[in-house]
């Protein structure tokens, strides 16, 4: 690809960033007003019934008053686990909904700000060096933000609590990390579940990075019951746990259903690295988007994304759950 | 949240003891039989079964004099010791090893014997980890000094046998006391003083010396009782070692309950007895030490109690939750042990024909109609559960058991697809304890599963609203794995009252 021809789809991009934040994820089908969690939210808060389905094609735009757009992070790398692939465009990418072949409206790479919930296991187990570790590597990532990202923090022991609300100002949410300690039982499920609502709670693109050392000793929620959320949901989960005899089969899980991905590290020292790491990654994907046309409206979506003419990996979500409220 | 506990234990036994439920709690029992007499069959701890006469016998090692010495310490801590008190009886004991108490066990069971025939004189020990039993070879000295202890312990030193050994004049002031103390009783018509005494010296010992570190799994297993204790913490860090058998010794002696008239030990007929299987077993459920051997021995003795079986629901619910599963997921066990805790299914379907039966002979007890109703939740017979949880909390008057109620039955709600009454009992419990989180992340839940997105932020915002101050929350769901036995001091306190000085005889 030629810089200038770069050059123009980031304009492209760009003209459309702001529309993307207005743009509802639509997993699952909501006449929604949103819900602030935060008072620094750089969408503005509006209550989008029907919300119209933003064309990459300006001139023609395409609205619907009963089908949303439905759009997949997707991460394009060279076979075996190679490097990022960049430069691609909509005619790149071929998407089947249910093995129904549907038109890519529009794909978005790298300016499209984020908002990053990091979800931090505050348990027992994290109490110590693990927790000087997990703080410094919060803090790496707040700063590898870029203008325009937010960020937001929930730690979980048996407690559920919101350190700071999604905002643009990493201030409140490196302080926040500075100041939490380790003490009581795992809420793994609570809390990733509640960082999964902050991150729906922003048009935004929402990367949920969920810490834990631990298994899940005390939430309400099943895995189960999350699991199904994250269906619904275009929130994209990675998650990052110390290697033990227990697979962590609900992060896995997770990960895999919202095309994140799952780090089993030996030791938290290489946690900033992990942390940037995955930031990096994340930068690196894109954003595809389409109206699904000729499948049935509710029920389980099979995605299967491909790379027209390259020989890539990419990682996807499976699918989604679409449902009519 | 004071009453939260990031340790537990599981006691572990040897594979060949839990190859089943039913088969593991029989041969659980069977751990060490002491059988008297060499071929006549005993009847074990008034259970009216008969131990098989192995013979002929493998001779044991000769036992050493120091254990002698050690049970007739253990007769005069038995005296000095003031239950529920931290005194130098319960000290001293304490600080005996696992392998004192092991030997110990063999000891106090033999004087036990003693104490109802002082003329046996052949005694045989089988560990759990052996098929056939041992036999114990005490030297005719020692046997005597056995004898002249068991006629302290049994109150009966001018008994003919007694006399005739002179047992009096072998033994020293506080076994002398002992003597009286246990005579009184007699005449009162209670001939278990020692084994009562005994029984609640040991449980003071486990419940007020925890030990903090557990020794290392034996490779050999010594004669007398073995138990190996998993520690989970955090669900994940697991540790394993050998535990104190003060409670097998306990046990054992509350096995040998005569009640008055009795001729034959009847530990069933004993009301102390049921209040000491009760009460500590509500402790160790409080604090998280789970021993299946413990209900299971309780469920023999008492097998239509409603208190034991709700309490032997309680306990395999318990051993359905995660926080048992994963650590035992975790668990490197040494070759040949396995765990007697089942899968979360096996673990729910054990504990829900628990809460049946309780609830069959204690239709109005209304924990056990609640704890009935989730479990039919966890098996996926939400229907069921519904009903029992709908009567549960029209039943209940406390407002703990309200609040689970109605937790419970928001989630059997929304499995039947019942949105609105899923709803509503969600709010209900939320509404009895406002700072609990649960209730709070249910209704997001529901929300979101019925597409309402912006009743799901709703719902999560009043989570983040609630205090960052773990001592300004509480939520009740967070110690459901104990509340079962929030009135554990008290029973324990209530058994120990009778044994404290100043107590009527």
Not at chain 2, 319 to 326: C, D, K, L, M, V
Not at chain 2, 360 to 370: C, F, G, N, T
Request: charged share 25%.
């Amino acid at each position: 690809m030629t810089r200038t021809r770069r050059k123009q789809r980031t304009q492209k991009t760009q003209k459309t960033q702001r529309m993307w934040c207005l743009c509802v994820s639509v997993a699952a089908f909501f006449s929604v007003s949103f819900v602030p969690l935060v008072s620094l939210s750089r969408v503005p808060i509006v209550s989008l019934s029907r919300v119209p389905i933003v064309s990459l094609s300006q001139s023609q735009p395409s609205f619907s008053s009963k089908v949303e757009a439905v759009r997949v992070d997707v991460l394009v790398t060279e076979r075996d686990g190679g490097s990022a692939i960049l430069g691609l465009g909509p005619s790149d990418f071929e998407v089947l909904d249910n093995g129904v072949p549907q038109q890519v409206d529009l794909v978005s790479f790298e300016q499209i700000p984020l908002n990053v919930i990091l979800v931090l296991d505050m348990s027992d187990s994290v109490a110590g060096e693990r927790l000087d570790h997990l703080r410094g590597a919060g803090a790496a990532l707040l700063g590898a933000l870029k203008k325009g990202d937010q960020a937001a923090l929930v730690t979980f022991s048996h407690l559920v609590v919101l350190g700071a609300g999604l905002t643009g100002d990493v201030e409140p949410v490196a302080t926040a990390i500075d100041t939490v300690s380790g003490s009581g039982d795992t809420a793994l499920v609570d809390g990733t579940y509640a960082g999964m609502m902050i991150g729906e709670s922003d048009a935004g693109r929402a990367l949920l990075i969920v810490f834990s050392d631990g298994v899940d000793t005390s939430s309400w929620l099943s895995p189960d019951a999350v699991l199904d959320a994250a269906k619904r949901s275009d929130v994209v989960v990675y998650g990052v746990t110390a290697r033990s005899r227990l697979k962590p089969e609900f992060l896995h899980d997770l990960t895999s259903f919202t095309g994140g991905r799952l780090f089993e590290i030996e030791k938290t020292a290489n946690l900033r690295a992990t942390f940037l790491g995955i930031l990096d990654e994340f930068r690196h994907r894109y954003l595809v988007s389409y109206t699904p046309r000729g499948v049935a409206k509710d029920g389980w979506h099979r995605l299967d994304v491909r790379v027209r003419n390259r020989r890539v990996t990419v990682k996807a979500r499976p699918g989604y759950l679409a449902q009519t409220p | 949240m004071s009453a939260r506990r990031a340790r537990m234990s599981v006691l572990l036994l040897p594979s060949n003891d839990v190859r089943s439920t039913m088969r593991g709690v029989w041969l659980a029992c069977c751990l060490c039989v002491i059988v008297a007499g060499g071929h006549a069959p005993l009847a074990m701890a008034g259970q009216g079964r008969s131990a098989s006469p192995f013979r002929p016998l493998p001779p044991g090692e000769p036992v050493a004099d120091a254990r002698i010495d050690r049970v007739e310490r253990w007769l005069k801590a038995v005296t000095l010791h003031e239950p529920g008190a931290d005194d130098d009886a319960l000290r001293e004991v304490g600080s005996w090893s696992n392998r004192d108490l092991q030997t110990l066990w063999i000891e106090v069971n033999v004087v036990v014997q003693l104490m109802r025939n002082p003329r046996k004189g052949i005694f045989s020990v089988r560990p759990d980890s052996q098929r056939a039993p041992t036999e114990i070879r005490y030297t005719a000295r020692q046997l005597g000094r056995l004898v002249a202890l068991a006629c302290a312990a049994g109150g009966i030193i001018a008994e003919p046998h007694c006399v005739d050994i002179k047992a009096a004049t072998s033994l020293d002031a506080d076994l002398m006391r002992l003597s009286g103390l246990a005579g009184a009783a007699r005449l009162r018509g209670d001939g278990n003083y020692v084994l009562r005494r005994g029984a609640l010296l040991h449980s003071d010992v486990a419940i007020l010396t925890p030990r903090s570190a557990m020794d290392p799994v034996s490779p050999s297993p010594l004669p007398g009782p073995q138990r190996l204790r998993l520690e989970i913490s955090d669900g994940r860090d697991v540790d394993l070692g050998q535990d104190a058998v003060h409670w097998d010794i306990a046990r054992m002696v509350l096995d040998y309950v005569k009640p008055s008239g009795a001729d034959a030990p009847a530990p069933g007929r004993d009301a102390m007895v049921r209040q000491w299987y009760t009460a500590t077993a509500a402790w160790m459920q409080h604090v998280e030490q789970h021993d299946h051997l413990h209900l299971a021995r309780a469920r023999e003795i008492f097998p239509a109690d409603p208190e034991v079986l709700f309490l032997s629901g309680c306990q395999r619910e318990a051993y359905a939750a995660p926080r048992i599963q994963s650590g035992i997921r975790a668990a490197d066990l040494p070759a040949g042990m396995s765990l007697g805790v089942a899968s979360p299914r096996g673990e729910l379907r054990q504990a829900e024909a628990f809460f049946r039966r309780a609830l069959e002979v204690k239709p109005d007890h209304v924990e056990a109609r609640l704890r009935h109703g989730r479990v039919l939740g966890g098996l996926g017979r939400h229907a069921d559960a519904a009903a029992e949880l709908r009567q549960a909390i029209a039943s209940a008057d406390d407002t703990l058991l309200v609040y689970y109620g109605n937790l419970f039955l928001g989630a059997a709600e929304e499995e039947l697809g019942h949105r609105d009454a899923a709803r509503l009992a969600y709010e209900q419990a939320a509404a009895l304890y406002p700072d609990a989180q649960s209730p709070l992340v249910a209704l997001s839940r529901l929300a979101r599963r019925y597409g309402d997105r912006p009743g799901a932020l709703r719902a999560i915002q009043r989570v983040f609203a609630l205090s960052s101050d773990a001592n300004e929350r509480n939520d009740p769901w967070w110690t459901y794995n104990v509340a079962q036995a929030r009135n554990a001091d008290a029973l324990l306190e209530e058994l120990r009252r009778p044994f404290q000085p100043g107590a009527a005889p």
